[in-house]
């Protein structure tokens, strides 16, 4: 019942940012942690980055933290995840979820809702 779309993916060079958008349109996100997971091909959904509804709280895998970052703004219902420094490696289908009374930050089965991905593709 809850639709989650994203937008901002595209093909860039390695080294470029890019920033990734995702939105519930007809709905609130103010009380859903919000998150961002992604999945390579041949590998499975993979924990990036989530955003508690709460307090700002975030949480981020090893191997972003130093170059993405989880937000929201809640007057445009909107959160994003600014992606520096791309490396080939982030090339992947990007998929912005949404939960509430998680079990786990970085746990996928603990997500309601799905949007259908957006493609990042980076090239050395």
Not at 11 to 21: E, F, K, M, P, R
Not at 76 to 97: G, H, R, S, W
Not at 105 to 111: A, K, N, P
Request: glycine share 10%; with cysteine; proline share 2%.
């Amino acid at each position: 019942q809850v639709r989650l779309e994203e937008s901002g993916g595209g093909s860039v060079q390695a080294g470029d940012s890019i920033n990734l958008s995702c939105t519930a349109p007809g709905r609130t996100i103010k009380t859903f942690t919000m998150a961002w997971f992604r999945q390579a091909p041949g590998k499975e959904r993979e924990f990036v980055a989530a955003h508690a509804f709460h307090g700002g709280r975030t949480s981020y895998a090893d191997s972003v933290k130093s170059r993405f970052a989880i937000s929201r703004d809640s007057a445009k219902n909107m959160v994003f995840l600014q992606m520096n420094n791309l490396k080939p490696e982030d090339t992947a289908i990007y998929y912005c979820a949404a939960g509430i009374r998680l079990t786990g930050l970085g746990v996928r089965e603990s997500y309601n809702y799905w949007g259908l991905g957006t493609q990042v593709t980076v090239s050395s």
